[in-house]
């Protein structure tokens, strides 16, 4: 691991930025002429990947009644089975993935639901190139993972193509409820071209539930160890013509966790929530549709997963902090809308826009290091913050289609805006030490009063970009994307009085070029670059720097003509600077920034229908990541909780395709996931080692009825995730067993 990536030739992005203004403005000028021969009535062959046309004979029985019917929208991913055909994550186009030169995974709701997923690290276990799970069982809410190495908290997050990538100035992080979701893509490798304030791993793209010309609608009831109770439902409605629709997503959870605090009688600490999503979408004509999307999400969680190991290193059951204190609390709520206009079947205009928010309080204890005059007492200190999160994101984008002789043209110009605010009040004290042999809870703790930190942070940006996906006859594709970005920073410490601004700015650029084969091969070829600017502060409280990303990648995809299935294998090389890292000696477990992190490996994916009702997923990950600039000890060496292989397996078997009648609606499915070891310190000297889980599930389908039955780690693997240098054990999750019944109407 100790390899050091070779120094390459960097591409000047302003160039790259100028060629492709020159490029537009050609094309504008050909779309101006072509514009005017064109029937300006006629609507868009081709649009987004969610909108499809109702049934045939939906539109026969509407013409004998006599109405008039628009054509009409359903929310769906264009899948079948576990393998998607397209999405417009990848280019904000709809682009088949087997034309996108990236690696792209997308989860369906069909494998959402079959693998009874509660949460978004459980989402993407069977995703190549993600790592989740990391810090163990988390019932916070917190969405950890590691995308080709690199931490992807908060900086991955985006929802409906629009970033969600906010982050507090300390506990504050937006969160996800996936019942909401109908889908999930991972884009991994720098994406900032297109979405803006990605990060060089890449980005995960939720992909909210929004109102169906053809409404679903279900009850679900669902119970599970640890005593889990939780009532969800999802109705849609429309009206005859569904030029209007209507969805009403909610769920109630009331639940214990595996955090169990010894010697209390089985107190364990416990999660509840409530969510609720409404959404109307209006098709005043043909081309024009506008659909409105709320949510509010309350959290309240005691899952603090800190567990303390003895003076010599070994593990306890013993838990850092007392359940009658740590609280995680969060009221998070957003509103948004999307507006899509075919003016023609050239021009199309979009238009999203959410603004966000999420007020926390949060107390939590800190391991303060073992008595001197008792060994065995660790000596703990007690914090409590205030927080205030709230995020305003608008994009904007015209897609242009047109023929410039013997090349067809899909051409996107677009701008988009981002602003950030977040708030922090940063409270501490003392609290009673917890003997690791013998502890005691329940001791009452004072409430911190100590302001140790009252500050603000407002991040502003302001983005444009242009993308060209170039189709030359029916086999090559070249996509050429250029971007510019415009950041302020405004820090205030209201404790000092002092007032800081940062402006930083930054052209990326991104270029792909795929053949076709007429057998389903598409070999790709593709150099992309990111830049992110990241809120907060270091251990050192400095503002944070921006981190730049670039990669170059090789791959090919397989997707068999006819077929229900898509193969990928990637190559990639990717160099990333100004990496934010823990910082093992922070009490306060901040961040710094290390320098420059570079990260090498092959992905393989394998999403298909085997055989008639037999779906299979596949995945492969080997990654060689490696600190090649730093000022510390860790140069050299490979980040912390990094694996360096992974794999996992999942089959979906629908018995009923035996022919059997009275095995009619009987499903089954199981999995197996392998991590690979990893390091617990900077200097490599320390691992946790190596673990492999297994999963299953039955379920019965039959009419409106679903029964569904999940188990996740069967066999109890007593694994662990991560043992901190700094003498806190991370323990993987335990054996889940989950009971679903649904009701679909």
Known sequence: ??????????????????LLGLHFSVLSASFNGYAQSQNTNKPAESKDQQTQTTSESS???????????????????????????????????????????????????????????????????????????????????????????????????????LSMAAQGLYFNSFITETYGLERVDVLRGPTSVTFGRGDAGGIVNRITKRPNADPYREIELQYGNFDRKRVAADLGFANDDRTLMFRLVTLGLDSDTQVRYPNTGGDRAGLRRFYIAPSVTWRPTADTTITLLGEVLNNRAEASPFFLLTPEGMRTNVVLADSKFVKYATNQSSFGYQIEHHFNEIFTARQNFRHMQQDGNFNE???????????????????????????????????????????????????????????????????????????????????????????KQKIN??????????????????????????????????????????????????????????????????????????????????????????????????????????????????????????????????SRQTGEVGSRGVE???????????????????????????????????PTQVPTTMTSHWLDYSLGSLGVSWLQGFGIGAGVRHVGRIFNDMENTSTTPSFTLFDAMLR????????????????????????SPSGLAYPGIQRTVLGTLKFRF
């Open 1 to 18: 691991m100790k390899n050091t990536l070779k120094k390459r030739k960097k591409i000047n992005p302003k160039k790259l930025i100028l």
């Open 59 to 161: 539109e026969a029985s509407s013409k004998q009644s006599g109405i008039t019917v628009l054509p009409a929208m359903t929310i769906k991913a264009a899948t079948a089975g576990y393998a998607a055909k397209s999405s417009s994550s990848g280019t904000k186009t709809d682009t088949p993935l087997i034309e996108v030169p990236q690696s792209i995974s997308v989860v369906t709701r069909n494998e959402l639901d079959a693998r009874g997923v509660q949460d978004m690290s459980e989402a993407l276990r069977y995703t190549p190139g993600v790592a989740v799970d990391q810090w163990g069982f988390e019932g916070r809410g917190y969405e950890y993972l590691l995308l080709r190495g690199f931490q992807g908290l908060t900086t991955s997050l985006f929802r409906d193509g």
């Open 365 to 455: 204890m800190f391991r303060a290091g073992f008595d001197t005059a008792i060994p065995t007492l660790m000596n703990r200190s007690a914090i409590s913050t205030k927080e205030r999160l709230t995020q305003t994101v608008i994009d904007t984008h015209i897609q242009a289609r047109v023929n410039t002789g013997p090349l067809n043209h899909t051409a996107l110009f677009g701008v988009d805006w981002n602003v950030t605010n977040a708030s922090l009040k940063f409270f501490s004290g003392d609290a009673p030490g917890i003997d690791v042999f013998n502890p005691v809870y329940g001791i009452p703790i004072p409430k911190p009063s100590s302001l140790d930190i009252h500050a």
């Open 461 to 590: 940006k302001l983005g444009v970009y242009l993308q060209d996906q170039i189709r030359y006859g029916e086999n090559w594709l070249l996509t050429l994307s250029g971007r510019y970005d415009r950041v302020d920073s405004t820090d205030v410490d209201y404790l000092s009085a002092t007032r800081g601004k940062i402006r930083s700015d930054a052209y990326t650029g991104r270029a792909g070029l795929t053949y076709l084969f007429s057998n389903g091969i598409a070999p790709y070829v593709s150099y992309s670059q990111s830049f992110l600017p990241i809120p907060g502060f270091d251990s050192s409280n400095n503002p944070f720097k921006p981190t730049r990303g670039e990669q170059y990648e090789v791959g090919v995809k397989y997707q068999p003509v006819g077929g229900r299935s898509l193969y990928t294998l990637a190559f990639f090389d990717l160099t990333k600077t100004n990496v934010p890292t823990p910082d093992p000696n922070d009490p306060l477990f901040r």
């Open 604 to 638: 393989l994916e394998a999403r298909a229908e085997l055989l008639r009702g037999l779906n299979y997923i596949g995945t492969f990950t080997y990654h060689d990541v490696t600190v090649t600039k730093s000022g510390d000890v860790d140069k050299g060496n490979m």
């Open 700 to 723: 019965y389908d039959h009419g409106p009825w679903m029964f569904i039955v999940n188990a996740s780690n069967i066999f109890n693997n007593r694994y662990l995730s991560y043992s």
